[in-house]
């Protein structure tokens, strides 16, 4: 089976420009959350999307957005780059909602952003 | 605001013997508590879970013990091999929120 997927892997832009990351989630899986990594710091929780409503939403700026497809995919777009901007994003699925051993989070590989 | 907290960097322990990663967090509305494994150019991979309605938890060679009064957890293992050196970031969470501590990382030496 396969994990989550996201795509690129690795992109480069410049101060200003708009970027779109993308995730595919588990097959079955619902619920997708974006993080953000900054190198030496854990995962900041961005969004979470289940059934394509947004459910949780993180201390980003509006700069930040996402939404999720009926197929489940979601897409996360950031406008107005800054330098700090430049991280490892990540996108992670689970079935549902609500938290619990039935309902554990699977991280993709991450697609790494830089910012010049 | 750095609700959940690492405040070990990195660790190094021989091969065999008790590794003790430790996390605290500061959000009482925190009710379920993960930890994560990472490789590098791989995204985190689930490890162990608690429940705030448990004190322990165990799986194999690894065990979490939660400590709610002191919103203390920590992360067992027990013996310790070379395959677990990797960083491990501890998660607290509640409903559609999860915050994530900077990461220990574990080099266990054979």
């Known amino acids: 089976d396969a994990g989550v997927t996201q795509s690129p892997t690795h992109l480069i832009k410049t101060r200003g420009q708009q970027v779109t990351l993308r995730c595919s989630p588990i097959?079955?899986?619902?619920?997708v959350s974006w993080y953000q990594q900054v190198l030496g710091q854990g995962p900041q929780f961005i969004f979470q999307?289940?059934?394509?409503?947004?459910?949780g939403r993180g201390n980003f700026p509006d700069r930040f957005s996402a939404r999720q497809f009926p197929n489940y995919s979601s897409e996360l777009n950031v406008n107005a780059l800054l330098l700090g901007d430049s991280a490892l994003y990540l996108c992670?699925?689970?079935?549902?909602?609500?938290?619990?051993?039935?309902?554990?989070?699977?991280f993709g590989p991450g697609t790494r952003l830089t910012v010049l | 605001d750095q609700q959940v907290k690492q405040n070990s960097p990195s660790l190094s322990v021989q091969e065999g013997r008790i590794s003790i990663l430790n996390c605290d967090y500061t959000?009482?509305?925190?009710?379920?508590f993960l930890w994560y494994k990472k490789y590098p150019a791989e995204g985190p991979t689930f490890l162990i879970s608690?429940?705030?309605?448990?004190d322990k938890n165990e799986d194999g060679r690894f065990t979490v013990f939660l400590n709610k009064s002191a919103k203390h957890l920590s992360l067992h293992i027990v013996p310790s091999q070379p395959g677990d050196s990797a960083v491990y970031f501890c998660?607290?969470?509640?409903?559609?929120?999860?915050?994530f501590g900077a990461g220990t990382r574990l080099t266990v030496k054979p």
């Open positions: 999307y289940y059934e394509k409503e947004e459910r």
């Open positions: 608690i429940s705030s309605i448990k």
């Open positions: 097959s079955g899986h619902k619920s």
């Open positions: 959000n009482s509305m925190f009710d379920y």
């Open positions: 998660a607290a969470s509640a409903i559609n929120d999860m915050r």
């Open positions: 992670a699925s689970r079935i549902g909602e609500g938290q619990g051993s039935y309902n554990e989070q699977f």
